[in-house]
């Protein structure tokens, strides 16, 4: 099943959701004007605010204005942090255009970014729900952590293993995507157990998703995905594929690759070397297995909820992730 069919019994809500994203474009500022019409109008895959009314519709709630504005702001808390990454990686490319930080300049950007978080709050706070504010708060914070872990271990301050790498993209990427389950669940039921259902679906799909971009940083598709190959090891940043192959070469083989890790001399033959390691230790088939036992992980916790169309999205999402490197 592809995106579109997956989104269909919600597409009338999400049009809903862009009509509220739209709202939140200040039009005093020019920049920050520009700055999030820049991103707008070439939206992602409405991942987010989609996991929010999926899991509110799978638990029978009619979809109302507070739903509504919590898609919506677990979106501005996305793209505020898209915003915050971009900078920090110095990042030239999102959504296949040039990022807003490489058109406006870190400093005007940064504050776009602030103002993204600040309106994903201001709309959060209408579910009137402290457990709700709560989730989507935490997920700010853990976004932050996330971030921050992801630069020490960039800049080689902690001892980096696939445990760290794990607790980075639970921080980094899976809380928010949990948080949007959570928070449609909370919306919807009082049923605990319900809940922490949704809430262990998206946390699974949100390690899931990271592990196929971490396949796709090395095989995908510059013009499908929005953004150049080999980033991540460009940035300095290792990934899954790359733990994985250094935990199953040879000594005399890894020796090499280090140095080059260490100096991040990151020319054009440096990257082919790096490439073919990690392919020839078949590190990227491993990540994809794991990305697909997460996303089986995601399935399996959603699988006593009552049968409806919504929770047939929400396994399909799950299924959908695994064939993007297809």
């Known amino acids: 099943m592809d995106s579109s069919l997956i989104k269909e019994p919600i597409l009338k809500y999400l049009n809903k959701v862009e009509l509220l994203l739209n709202d939140e474009i200040p039009t005093d500022i020019k920049i920050s004007f520009d700055v999030i019409k820049h991103l707008i109008n070439k939206p992602g895959k409405r991942l987010r605010p989609s996991i929010v009314l999926l899991s509110a519709l799978s638990l029978g709630k009619i979809i109302d204005k507070k739903i509504l504005s919590a898609a919506a702001s677990v979106e501005l808390l996305h793209n505020a942090s898209l915003i915050h990454d971009d900078i920090v990686d110095q990042a030239e490319i999102r959504r296949g255009l040039k990022s807003a930080n490489k058109i406006w300049g870190d400093h005007a950007t940064v504050l776009v970014g602030d103002f993204l978080l600040a309106r994903s ?76 259902k949704l809430k262990s679906y998206g946390i699974n799909l949100g390690i899931s998703y990271q592990l196929i971009d971490d396949a796709l940083d090395l095989l995908g598709d510059t013009r499908k995905m929005g953004k150049n190959t080999m980033e991540d090891i460009k940035e300095g940043k290792v990934t899954l594929p790359m733990l994985i192959a250094l935990d199953k070469a040879p000594s005399k083989d890894k020796r090499g690759i280090l140095k080059i890790l260490q100096k991040k001399n990151f020319d054009r033959k440096n990257l082919d070397i790096l490439y073919n390691f990690v392919l020839e230790n078949n590190a990227v088939e491993e990540t994809l297995k794991s990305a697909s036992d997460y996303s089986s992980k995601a399935i399996v916790a959603i699988e006593s909820l009552n049968k409806s169309q919504y929770k047939d999205s929400l396994i399909a999402l799950a299924k959908e992730n695994i064939v993007r490197v297809s």
């Open 121 to 196: 709050l201001f709309l959060i706070n209408k579910s009137k729900n402290s457990q709700v504010m709560g989730s989507v708060t935490n997920a700010a914070s853990e976004l932050a952590n996330g971030q921050i872990l992801d630069i020490m271990i960039s800049k080689r301050l902690v001892n980096f293993n696939q445990d760290i790498y794990f607790k980075m993209i639970r921080l980094k990427t899976a809380s928010l995507i949990s948080s949007s389950a959570e928070v449609g669940a909370l919306l919807s039921t009082s049923d605990i157990s319900k809940v922490r």
